[in-house]
């Protein structure tokens, strides 16, 4: 039910826009064969199966898959996802994560990597550009996504691996509820902890409060519709669970460091190949 772009493709890669609408499910059947790739979300998440052990890709957390395994996908949320998918040959899978590529597929990027994305993904709109120019556009996001840290560096055994699959189901709730005023009783009903328990448990697995994560997902949220001209700032504010426009624009200086005007003219420069 994805409805697949191409935006760029060359020998090393592929570049597609996928702009899925698939209702709330669980993991559907097992997929293999397919090539090695880098998801960056856009909007909304998925869930990852590899066996037994479950994964979240959201717009703060990137997940690469391996083309040598065998997956499942799900959907813990009832309006899809939008994601840029950057398929790789096999010689560059190996070149950036080594031929068994990472244990753990999640890798979180931070704010300013998000950014270098939707500049990418403008600068793909336009189909006059310079092809050398976006070429390196590409490698240089993937070079950057392939350093970054994973949230797990080891496999995730034991009492470990159960605190990441309780962030995880976390990760899915605030994404899926994005506009929703969740309260800490709740988003720990989901996690099936106590909300102390929760509050230090989600930060020492990224880095964050709950609240700062969900602020991060709604301002790269935002950011995604700055890229498509969005202008009115009130009923994005709405739309995203902000309680006044002057909220949503102070968030997103906070966290990409410029304002909304800013940005949206940028990346719409950037889409213009001026």
């Excluded at 709330?24 to 856009?42: I, K, S």
């Excluded at 990852?48 to 996908?73: K, N």
């Excluded at 490698?139 to 996504?145: K, N, P, Y």
Aim: glycine share 8%.
């Amino acid at each position: 039910m994805a409805q697949l772009l191409t935006l760029l493709e060359s020998e090393q890669f592929r570049v597609l826009d996928s702009r899925c609408r698939h209702p709330r499910a669980g993991p559907a059947e097992e997929r293999g064969g397919d090539p090695g790739h880098l998801v960056l979300l856009r909007r909304g998440c998925f869930s990852y199966h590899r066996g037994l052990r479950r994964f979240v890709a959201d717009p703060c957390t990137a997940l690469l898959h391996h083309p040598r395994v065998d997956y499942r996908v799900g959907h813990p949320g009832a309006e899809g996802d939008d994601a840029t998918v950057i398929k790789l040959a096999p010689s560059l899978f190996d070149e950036l994560w080594g031929r068994r590529g990472p244990d753990h597929p999640e890798l979180g990027l931070s704010a300013a990597v998000h950014l270098r994305h939707a500049r990418v993904c403008a600068a793909l709109r336009d189909p006059a550009g310079d092809r050398l120019s976006r070429e390196e556009s590409v490698f240089a996001l993937l070079e950057v996504a392939a350093s970054a840290r994973q949230r797990a560096e080891a496999p995730a055994r034991g009492d470990r691996g159960a605190r990441r699959r309780t962030v995880g189901r976390v990760r899915a709730l605030l994404a899926a509820q994005l506009s929703a005023n969740l309260s800490l009783d709740t988003v720990a009903r989901e996690a099936r902890c106590s909300p102390f328990h929760l509050m230090r448990l989600f930060h020492a697995e990224t880095g964050l409060s709950l609240r700062a994560y969900r602020r991060q997902l709604r301002v790269l949220t935002a950011l995604q519709r700055f890229a498509e001209g969005e202008r009115d700032l009130a009923r994005l504010a709405l739309e995203l669970g902000f309680s006044h426009h002057s909220h949503l624009s102070q968030s997103v200086r906070q966290v990409l460091g410029s304002s909304p005007a800013r940005l949206r003219a940028e990346l719409q420069r950037v889409r213009a190949g001026s």
